[in-house]
């Protein structure tokens, strides 16, 4: 166990394994023992027909198994006499699994030995300071919710996220402010007139008009950039616009940094209200500028061709 112990919590699955190949070791020797001719994988399958006939699909749900897995096990099960398979007379396209007579001497002996094995594992789980059967269903449920992949992925992302930095517009950043916005422009779209205009002269057409321009930083290299173009509105303060993040450095929420960082450059300009333009064929900018808190308006004259929606949002 030092092992392990060295390894710490990375290592549950191979704990997990290790401690499954114990009890199925001892399984095996508690079935002959008990003079049940039963295979340890077989128990799900086998203690659910306990209680009545079932389709491979109908036990394969209960049981929480691949409908291939079941399906093998029950091939195997047949063959050695303790089930058996006959047309569903209530639906002639579906078998149902039975035991048979042998299986059900099978089970008569199977209930005996489950009174003793349900009474050791107590004895095991009342010398424990955790209930290790509560615990599994515990984590059943909340890899349920969000599996383990996912919140590994996570981490990864807020790990990542912590590295990214967020500054002000320097000049040396212009080629970048420009690059950045092409690409992700050019692939869903053309470049228009509005757009040639802030890229190729960001200060002429944004910071000298009051506006802002931030950089996202991701090794010092420039992976991402957005901008708060001044508005002559009414309404609106700022446009929130030219949100562009790398390929390279997607996924690392640096879209999400962005767009906090240009809210709270915003309210440091004075800004009460933001708006922006963009395109629902965008669902993951969509998707983000909701979560920043941005809602859906309609209205407001644009120069862009590919804006088909607009939002803003009270700041």
Do not use: F, V
């Given at each position: 166990m030092e092992f392990y112990d060295q390894a710490g919590k990375v290592a549950i699955g191979s704990r997990l394994r290790m401690l499954t190949d114990i009890i199925t070791a001892d399984a095996e020797k508690i079935y002959q023992l008990y003079q049940v001719n039963l295979q340890p994988k077989w128990f799900p399958v086998f203690h659910l027909l306990c209680e009545g006939g079932e389709s491979v699909t109908g036990i394969a749900r209960k049981i929480g198994h691949s409908h291939p897995s079941v399906s093998k096990i029950v091939s195997e099960m047949v063959a050695d006499g303790l089930v058996k398979e006959k047309k569903d007379p209530q639906d002639g396209r579906r078998n149902l699994v039975s035991l048979t007579a042998k299986g059900k001497k099978a089970a008569e002996k199977l209930a005996t030995q489950l009174q003793d094995v349900e009474a050791a594992v107590e004895e095991i789980l009342q010398a424990t300071r955790n209930d290790l059967w509560k615990a599994i269903g515990e984590w059943e449920f909340l890899l349920e919710q969000k599996s383990l992949f996912r919140r590994v992925e996570a981490q990864r992302k807020k790990r990542e996220s912590a590295e990214v930095v967020i500054v002000d517009f320097q000049p040396r950043h212009a080629a970048a402010f420009r690059a950045l916005n092409e690409q992700w422009i050019s692939t869903y779209f053309k470049m228009e007139a509005a757009d040639y205009k802030a890229l190729d002269h960001p200060k002429k057409y944004i910071l000298d008009k009051g506006g802002a321009i931030l950089i996202a930083l991701l090794d010092n290299q420039p992976v991402g950039a957005v901008a708060l173009i001044k508005m002559n509105d009414p309404v609106y303060d700022f446009e929130l616009a030219k949100m562009a993040v790398?390929?390279?450095?997607?996924?690392?929420?640096?879209?999400?940094?962005?767009?906090?960082?240009?809210?709270?450059?915003?309210?440091?300009?004075?800004?009460?209200?933001?708006?922006?333009?963009?395109?629902?064929?965008?669902?993951?900018a969509i998707n983000l500028y909701h979560k920043l808190g941005f809602e859906k308006v309609a209205g407001h004259a644009t120069p862009y061709e590919r804006c088909n929606i607009q939002m803003a949002l009270v700041v």
């Open positions: 790398s390929p390279e450095a997607r996924g690392k929420n640096i879209g999400l940094l962005l767009g906090q960082a240009a809210i709270g450059k915003a309210k440091e300009l004075g800004a009460t209200n933001l708006y922006l333009e963009s395109n629902t064929i965008l669902k993951p």
